[in-house]
């Protein structure tokens, strides 16, 4: 076991050290941009001001401005911003449908719960996504097994690395909480593992001092462990192994297979030949982040000079400090001549420039600002004179401005953590026993569909559509009425509905429209056939009326009857 740790820890200091490089980058883009996490090559102190070095505070106003709007975007609290269903949706009956529904919500509450942290995990972690273009968040069952854990990992402390389709599949993290606590966290190993009596006497020497220990999730195939699970007495083969190693003692505390990687760690933009990737809008701002801090202390310095500009005097007149505040009193030696000059001078400068500078300063404020796509997930500026079409266009460019930037965060986090999370839930039991699930949802892939504002406007687009489809059809059907059959109606109309947020339960289902077009058919049969019978009964009157009129008439002689011959 102790080489196997050695093995472990050996490859995780190759993977953190490959990475040196890496750690200076993403310490000069949080001096720039996060103050809050730049700590990743320096110590920092409690009480110590994060953004002491800085002149403008611009650069973290965009970056917390482009975070609070991925939560806003990707999870909105005042909508159910994902749902459990299904690949093949056609498949699922009225007891699937049900079934979905309710883990839906068991999950929500599960997720929104405030032991499990969730709001503070998510948070953190896209601050880190839209400033490194990458996070680390994860998701376990907490200690009692009641409740889910999420937490937000520092990437200074965990490093990855990629299988050969391009997905990450090899954690490390490192940890160093204070003895006390790591004892807490692995009793077991504390009280009876092989480094019990190194750690007992760093309990009693240092209680608050710090210990290493490492977290690795690896592919199970990719490490010699067999898990003492057992269902029906085979083996149970899980596709992950999650490692606790004591680096300290370089023993292995504890190994476990899992069922899912338990990290999520979405990317943002990614280039070949790297498991790390970079954020598009801090790349670009970057320099210009350099830029503004240079110029606002330019401006800063020359505007003091301004209000409070530098003086001269001849050597030896003043006879103390000289005190330019407001009822300030300088002495001087009274045998000057002034003739001579004036005993303090201002020393003239050229502030013309100021206005340049103020200029430049804007320019490079609206550069950042475009560097963190702030100028494209705002909605574009509706004049209330627009026609209907005009407006469905600006929010189309909306849509199309946006999507890109949020598209992708959309299925690295929200769908892993999903994902996750539903996992965990199904294994612990919280939804119940496999034979609790319907017969239609067995063997089938779980997914997810997600709602968010930017799906909306893409779904309300579906209104416009079927307007503008409305107003099509009628004038061709002017040249062409058969035209009017192009168009099914009822699909576009539910669509439009849908798209307009009308809520499902207000909208009658295909099977219950079916059922309704068969008794409306049956109506109309009946009321035809009783058409069709009280035709005939008034014929048969009709008939009955003539025949006893003519029984009353008098009957006719053969002269009558016959006409004669010529």
């Known amino acids: 076991m102790q080489q196997r740790a050695k093995d472990l820890i050996e490859y995780g200091d190759m993977l953190f050290s490959k990475r040196i490089a890496l750690m200076s980058l993403w310490q000069e883009i949080s001096d720039n941009f996060y103050s809050e996490r730049a700590d990743f090559t320096v110590l920092r102190s409690l009480g110590l001001d994060f953004a002491s070095i800085l002149s403008s505070s611009f650069p973290l106003l965009c970056r917390r401005e482009l975070g609070n ?37 068991v999950m929500r509450r599960a997720m929104y719960d405030r032991i499990s942290m969730f709001h503070r995990a998510v948070a953190e972690a896209d601050n880190d996504f839209v400033t490194f273009g990458q996070s680390v968040k994860t998701i376990e069952l907490a200690r009692d097994k009641q409740s889910l854990l999420y937490r937000c990992w520092h990437l200074r402390d965990t490093a990855w690395a990629e299988n050969y389709k391009g997905e990450v599949d090899i954690i490390h993290r490192k940890s160093n909480p204070m003895v006390t606590q790591f004892c807490k966290e692995f009793p077991k190993y504390c009280a009876s593992g092989p480094a019990q009596q190194k750690i007992k006497e760093r309990l009693d020497k240092d209680p608050f001092g710090t210990i290493e220990y490492r977290h690795i999730v690896m592919p199970a195939d990719e490490y010699d462990f067999k898990s003492n699970e057992f ?34 760690i979405p990317r943002w933009q990614t280039v070949s030949g790297s498991q790390y990737a970079y954020s598009p809008a801090t790349v670009c701002a970057l320099p210009d982040a350099r830029l503004i801090q240079a110029l606002t202390l330019i401006l800063l310095e020359a505007g003091e000079k301004a209000v409070t500009p530098p003086m001269v005097t001849p050597g030896g007149v003043i006879r103390s400090d000289v005190n330019l505040y407001a009822g300030g009193i300088t002495t001087y030696d009274a045998e000057y001549d002034e003739k001579t ?55 189309s460019e909306y849509v199309r401005n946006a999507l890109p930037i949020f598209g992708p965060m959309e299925a690295e986090e929200n769908g892993a953590t999903c994902e996750i999370t539903f996992d965990l839930l199904h294994r612990s039991g919280t939804f119940g026993g496999f034979h609790d699930m319907p017969q239609s949802l067995r063997g089938q892939d779980i997914q997810f569909k997600f709602t968010s504002p ?30 009017v059959n192009m168009l099914d109606v009822r699909k576009a109309m539910r669509d439009a509905l849908e798209g307009g947020g009308t809520p499902e339960a ?56 016959v006409p004669q011959q010529m």
């Not at 609290?77 to 009956?93: M, N, Q």
């Not at 992950?240 to 338990?262: F, L, M, P, T």
């Open 231 to 264: 269902y029906k007495g085979i083996r149970l083969r899980h596709p992950y192994v999650s490692i606790y190693i004591d680096v300290e003692n370089q023993e292995v505390i504890g190994e476990a297979g899992i069922w899912n990687k338990r990290y999520v």
């Open 454 to 483: 930017l799906h909306g406007l893409t779904e309300m687009q579906k209104v416009q559509q079927f307007a503008q489809a409305k107003a099509m059809l009628a004038e061709a059907a002017a040249m062409d009425p058969s035209v």
């Open 341 to 395: 000059g004036e005993v303090l001078r201002i020393i003239p400068h050229d502030y013309s420039g100021l206005q340049y500078g103020a200029k430049l300063q804007a320019d490079v404020k609206e550069m950042i600002y475009n560097a963190f796509y702030l100028n494209k997930i705002g909605l574009p500026p509706l004049n209330k004179e627009m026609t209907a079409f005009e407006v469905g266009q600006r929010v």
């Open 69 to 105: 709007q991925v939560s806003q975007m990707l999870r909105p609290r005042d909508k159910d911003w994902f749902e459990v269903s299904i690949f093949r949706e056609d498949k699922l009956d009225s007891a699937g449908k049900a079934w979905l529904q309710d883990k839906s919500e």
């Open 506 to 561: 207000w909208m009658r289902t295909d099977t219950q429209m079916r059922d309704m077009d068969i008794a409306i058919k049956k109506q109309q049969e009946v009321q035809q056939l009783l058409d069709t019978m009280n035709k005939g009964a008034t014929v048969a009157k009709t008939i009955g009326d003539a025949s006893q009129s003519l029984s009353g008439m008098p009957a006719r002689t053969s002269a009558q009857a």
